[in-house]
């Protein structure tokens, strides 16, 4: 690929940006898109200064945030997402979508109170959520505030402060935003933190802060002080209130009089603290703006501004709401301020990016990898992977870093079985970030990065699964605010009243979590209430002893007695029901145990090709379950094995690569199903999956005339057809295999 001179450089970036009282505008000329988060990464670590990125979508800016996240590590990168509310309609914002609001203009707000620089921090946001004025930051940093071990604070005005700031008060506190009082126990959650901490209190005095898993309530490390920052952007202070309601009288006025967060309140923000500001107003002197797309930003600008102006007439008007330019950044204010910040613009369009002349304007020495995939999906089976064997290669013999990223570690796994087969020496990285800042030579890693590059200034090239082998679908979940995986019982399965069970004695209510003393220790115990009104404490090391009730009848039980025999007996009973059952299950697999079978071969080469051509990400679960099938398939027992999974959790790509296996070896594979349509469904699914393969695959249903049945069940039986999918008509008595290898029954 011919390539004009590269005027730019990354050292051109930092040194442009090395003065923190400079703000230059550059802008780099066609940068592949996996190369932009890199770079930005490795301008945060090396200025030292905050940054934000502007991407001019949703998706372009998780992406982003994505990348950088895995090129900067854990804690260096934030999102600043939009409030997921059309302008002056009366909802509510996404909470969780508030919570990263608030985190990213806290870390913000720290890096302007440090005295000198405050590392690597990167912010990312879609440029509508820039544009959505916030908390001024006088406002923010007035509403934030700090609890220590050996304060004193009062337990009701505290209450009532974190209820001005947004904070819910619930029975336990298990998401950020949640904050619950027993006693002389406080529990907050603060997206300051990621985790809840519980406060004990000695009187007022603040005894010991501790941190706690939100899903089993356990306590864990004591922690050194609690930040609580505000949880929404409406804060309900009397003077914010009064100022506010002041203002504009009305129905909603009222309400907010009364504290209320109405849906739509976020509106009043302007009215709340004289003013909104935007992201921007958050950033220190010296924080860099990095934009994505600068004419796409600018559009999207537009556009959000357009439908507030509209949004407004229609609606916020007549309610006397804040004019759109107090609510959001009009396009033409969102130019003037970022001609007062150091400008990074990625475009593909010689066009000044926010009307700002760039003091400097070229290309990179960067390429994207669609070299590599087009002569990937050229190359014949055997030597597949030879394009990007070649290019490593070259890169290894440079003393370059040459890395190769999948999305989960099972097809990092298969990827690193494909590359073994060439003579390419390469190591398993721990972690793309720590290969690229001091790895050597060619290593295989799992990450989150979807998109690579090669750049040659810098010695590193990435290049992802997705790019050799074709583009996977990402199953999109929608986010939720991670918190410490949950143990094997969690308090989040009961609530107060409920029934639980526990398994010495036997069916009780739950009354909630009680801190008490005993025997000279103080701990957090489980209270259950049995018949009679007893009470049984149940230390919360303990608690795997306790679950919820679960029937099948709607008729509630009693509740157990402490000390009676009843529960002793049924438990008897079902010991003994249990144990007839199991001697029965003994017997029928010592026969199977005897039974033996021709083992499949291990997968191959054109084995592990097909399960690349997968159009989807595995799943954790998903993956392991195909790893049993294929190695219950290379035993010489027969296999026996329930797959279960919900709808649209991959449990046909299971079947199909079982099948296909069985095929490889020369057998027949019989897939039963319980109604037509289903098997049509399957039909069509094996032939698309199958196809560009040699495997015949058939069907055979009411869908199907005599005459083709007919064909189908000679061909069946003189081996032709490789896989046959059907209901009932399967198991009469015309049917005959020439080699059965595999029976799958889908929905027994």
């Keep these: 690929m011919l390539r004009s001179v590269p005027t730019l450089s990354f050292e051109h970036f930092a040194r442009a940006f090395a003065k923190a009282s400079d703000a230059p505008c550059l802008q780099a000329m066609n940068v592949p898109p996996g190369a932009r988060s890199f770079l930005i990464a490795s301008l945060a670590r090396r200025l030292e200064r905050p940054i934000l990125v502007l991407s001019p979508s949703d998706a372009g800016a998780e992406e982003m945030f994505r990348e950088i996240s895995t090129y900067l590590g854990p804690g260096q990168a934030f999102r600043f997402p939009s409030v997921e509310v059309a302008p002056y309609e009366p909802l509510s914002p996404y909470p969780v979508a508030v919570h990263d609001r608030m985190r990213s203009l806290f870390r913000l707000s720290r890096v302007r109170e440090a005295a000198s620089g405050g590392g690597a921090l990167v912010v990312v946001c879609p440029v509508k959520a820039a544009l959505e004025k916030t908390i001024p930051p006088e406002v923010f940093a007035a509403s934030t505030f700090r609890v220590a071990a050996g304060e004193e604070i009062d337990r009701d005005g505290f209450s009532r402060r974190l209820a001005e700031l947004g904070y819910a008060r619930l029975p336990a506190t298990s998401d950020p935003g949640d904050f619950s009082i027993r006693g002389g126990i406080v529990d907050v959650y603060s997206p300051a933190h990621p985790r809840p901490a519980r406060i004990s209190l000695d009187e007022d005095r603040v005894e010991s802060i501790r941190w706690f898993d939100p899903g089993t309530q356990r306590t864990g490390s004591e922690g050194g002080e609690l930040t609580v920052i505000p949880c929404s952007q409406v804060i309900t202070r009397g003077e914010f209130l009064l100022a506010a309601t002041s203002a504009v009288p009305g129905a909603g006025s009222d309400l907010l009089r009364q504290g209320i967060r109405y849906h739509g309140a976020d509106a009043m923000v302007p009215r709340l603290y004289g003013r909104a500001d935007s992201v921007f107003g958050h950033l220190g002197e010296g924080s860099v703006v990095v934009a994505e797309d600068s004419p796409a930003c600018l559009a999207a600008a537009r556009n959000l501004f357009a439908e507030a102006e509209e949004n407004f007439l229609l609606a916020g008007q007549e309610k006397g709401l804040p004019v759109p330019g107090e609510l959001f950044v009009p396009p033409e204010e969102l130019a003037r301020t970022l ?289 049993e099938v294929l190695a219950d398939l290379a035993s010489e027992k027969p296999m026996d094995r329930l797959v279960c999974g919900d709808v649209g959790y991959g449990k046909t790509e299971v079947a199909v690569r079982a099948a296909f296996k069985v095929v490889l070896d020369g057998r027949q594979t019989a897939v039963l199903v319980p109604t037509t349509v289903l098997a049509e469904q399957h039909f069509r699914t094996f032939r698309e999956r199958l196809g560009g393969y040699p495997v015949r695959v058939e069907s055979l249903s009411r869908f199907r005339s005599r005459k083709e049945q007919a064909e189908v069940v000679a061909d069946l039986a003189e081996g032709k057809v490789d896989i046959v999918i059907g209901t009932h008509r399967l198991l009469q008595k015309d049917i005959a295999f020439r080699d059965l290898g595999l029976v799958i029954i889908d929905e027994e």
């Design 339 to 627: 001609a007062g910040f150091p400008l990074l613009c990625f475009d593909f369009l010689e066009i000044a990016p926010f009307g700002r002349k760039p003091s400097r304007r070229g290309e990179m020495d960067i390429e994207g990898n669609e070299e590599i995939r087009r002569t990937t999906a050229s190359s014949p089976s055997e030597g597949l992977l030879l394009p990007l064997v070649t290019e490593a290669k070259e890169w290894w013999k440079r003393g370059a870093r040459f890395a190769i990223t999948s999305l989960s570690p099972s097809q990092a796994d298969r990827m690193e079985e494909l590359l073994s087969r060439y003579p390419l020496p390469f190591t398993r990285a721990g972690s793309l970030r720590e290969f690229v800042l001091g790895g050597k030579g060619v290593a295989l890693c799992r990450s989150d990065v979807a998109r690579g590059f090669r750049m040659p200034e810098l010695g590193v090239a990435v290049v992802t699964e997705a790019e050799v082998f074709g583009e996977k679908a990402r199953v999109r979940k929608r986010r939720r605010e991670t918190s410490a995986p949950l143990e094997e019982f969690s308090l989040r399965e009961l609530r107060v009243n409920d029934l639980a069970v526990h398994v010495d004695h036997g069916i009780g209510a739950y009354r909630g979590l009680l801190r008490r003393v005993a025997a000279g220790v103080e701990g957090d115990f489980l209270v259950l209430e049995y018949a009679g009104g007893d009470r049984l404490f149940v230390p919360v090391e303990k608690m795997a002893r306790v679950q919820r009730y679960v029937a099948s009848e709607d008729a509630r039980p009693g509740l157990a007695r402490l000390g009676g025999t009843a529960w002793q007996r049924a438990k008897r009973k079902v010991r003994d029901s249990l144990l007839s059952m199991a001697q029965e299950l003994v017997e029928l697999y010592a026969r199977r145990q005897i039974a033996t079978r021709p083992p499949n071969s291990p997968p191959d080469a054109v084995y592990r090709e097909f399960e690349t051509g997968f159009a989807h990400e595995e799943t954790p679960d998903q993956q392991r379950v195909i790893e």
